[in-house]
C-alpha cells in the first residue's frame, strides 16, 4: 500500500465564541450547546468519544452516547466487564469529546468517573428496548468470541429464558457518571485560529480561560 496525504482543507466561518457569550457554568452551557445539537437534525447528537486508560496508562477510546446531564455530570450506560469497565475500575478519569461537524464545535470533557446507583441503573435499563435488553444479557462485551453465529445462538438462548416476562438488568451491566473537573468548548473560526474557552475547577468555582488554537 502507497502512502496517501489527506490534504483536504475546510475553514470555518459559522459561528464565534466569545467570554460574554458563555454561561458561568459549563454544564448549563454544555446544555444549550446539546440543544442547539438537537435541534439542528443532527445525526446522534449525544454520540461522544470515551477516552480510558489503564493505570500503566495505555489509551484506548471509542463512542458512547450520552444519556443523561445534570449538575452532577454526563451518564453513559455499558458492560462493567468490557474493556472500559475494566480500565474505569483501575483508573477512574476519563475524558468524553462531543464533536458536531455541522455546527463546527466541539466540547472536550475531563474528569473522575462513579458508578451509579442499582436503583439507577435498573430504572434506565428498564426503559430500554427489549431486544436491547436480551443483547445485554447475550453479549459478553469486548471478549473473544469465536463467531456471529455464537453470539445469535447465546441470543436465542437468553430469549428462550426469559420468554415473555420481564427482564432484569444484568449484575454486570449498568451506569456510570463523569463528574468533571475541567470543560472545553471549541467553536471553530477561520485560518484555523479557533475559539476555545475553558472552564477549570478550582477550590470549588469554576474558571475560565481562553486557550491558544
Given at each position: 500500500m502507497t502512502a496517501k496525504d489527506h490534504d483536504q482543507r475546510r475553514d470555518y466561518n459559522k459561528q464565534v465564541l466569545r467570554e460574554a457569550d458563555l454561561d458561568p457554568d459549563p454544564i448549563?452551557?454544555?446544555?444549550?450547546?446539546?440543544?442547539e445539537a438537537e435541534s439542528s437534525g443532527l445525526v446522534e447528537p449525544g454520540a461522544m468519544v470515551l477516552?480510558?486508560?489503564?493505570?500503566?496508562?495505555?489509551p484506548s477510546a471509542r463512542v458512547v452516547l450520552l444519556r443523561r446531564t445534570d449538575p452532577r455530570g454526563f451518564t453513559f450506560f455499558t458492560n462493567y466487564d468490557s474493556r472500559k469497565g475494566r480500565e474505569l475500575a483501575a483508573n477512574p478519569r476519563a475524558t468524553?469529546?462531543?464533536?458536531?461537524?455541522?455546527?463546527?464545535?466541539?466540547?472536550?470533557?475531563?474528569?473522575?468517573i462513579e458508578q451509579l446507583d442499582s436503583a439507577?441503573?435498573?430504572?434506565?435499563?428498564?426503559?430500554?428496548?427489549?431486544?436491547?435488553?436480551?443483547?445485554?444479557?447475550?453479549?459478553?462485551?469486548?471478549?473473544?468470541?469465536?463467531?456471529?453465529?455464537?453470539?445469535?445462538?447465546?441470543?436465542?438462548?437468553?430469549?428462550?429464558?426469559?420468554g415473555d416476562g420481564e427482564i432484569p438488568?444484568?449484575?454486570?451491566?449498568?451506569?456510570?457518571?463523569?463528574?468533571p473537573d475541567l470543560i472545553e468548548f471549541w467553536q471553530g473560526r477561520e485560518s484555523r485560529l479557533h475559539d476555545r474557552l475553558c472552564y477549570r475547577l478550582t477550590k470549588g468555582a469554576w474558571t475560565i480561560e481562553r486557550l491558544a488554537p
Open positions: 448549563r452551557q454544555f446544555q444549550s450547546w446539546f440543544d477516552a480510558t486508560a489503564t493505570p500503566s496508562g495505555a468524553l469529546v462531543s464533536y458536531w461537524a455541522e455546527l463546527e464545535r466541539q466540547v472536550r470533557i475531563e474528569g473522575v439507577d441503573s435498573d430504572a434506565y435499563f428498564g426503559r430500554r428496548p427489549r431486544g436491547s435488553q436480551i443483547s445485554a444479557w447475550a453479549s459478553p462485551q469486548s471478549d473473544v468470541v469465536t463467531d456471529r453465529e455464537t453470539l445469535e445462538q447465546r441470543l436465542t438462548e437468553v430469549e428462550a429464558r426469559f438488568r444484568p449484575p454486570n451491566w449498568g451506569g456510570y457518571r463523569l463528574v
